[in-house]
């Protein structure tokens, strides 16, 4: 079992029983720093049309490289129907509500991530963290993730 330095137990593997079915209420997508990496900038940019450059200076913050928030609190990408980039989101935002971690030879656990009071998504276990990560297009990208310490707490 790994723990995460912000107390959360990474006790699910891709067998687990997992089911999330989002309702696109989008209280998940406020307050959060991402931090996309260059492969994530550059499908942001590619959905947007635009170079990675205009992305990072139209929508991530300098100082740390996150994605800019509203004055709200909302991601910059949030508009009336929801997110503006979801085919291209960046991982952390196709695992929620799962946290992920991957230690240094290999192992990888999820963690169930605390949901915001306001989410209306169904949780269950209908499914598998697997059968989650394929319909959310995350297990490709999960596969590749770069191995954190097992301290870790987030997907990088």
Not at 43 to 49: F, T
Not at 63 to 79: M, N, Q, S, Y
Not at 117 to 143: F, H, K, M, N, W
């Amino acid at each position: 079992m790994i723990f995460g330095q912000d107390g959360l137990c990474f006790n699910l593997e891709r067998s687990s029983p997992f089911f999330f079915k989002c309702q696109r209420c989008r209280a998940c997508c406020n307050n959060k720093r991402i931090a996309p990496d260059a492969g994530e900038i550059a499908r942001m940019a590619e959905r947007l049309g635009i170079p990675s450059d205009d992305l990072r200076a139209r929508f991530l913050d300098p100082a740390d490289g996150t994605i800019r928030l509203k004055p709200d609190g909302d991601c910059v990408f949030l508009d009336g129907s929801g997110c503006g980039i979801h085919p291209a989101r960046p991982l952390v935002c196709r695992l929620f509500p799962l946290g992920f971690v991957r230690s240094g030879d290999g192992r990888e656990r999820f963690s169930l991530m605390p949901l915001h009071p306001d989410c209306v998504g169904y949780l269950g276990e209908d499914g598998t963290v697997a059968s989650y990560l394929a319909s959310e297009g995350a297990a490709p990208e999960a596969d590749e993730t770069d191995p954190v310490p097992d301290r870790g707490g987030g997907h990088r």
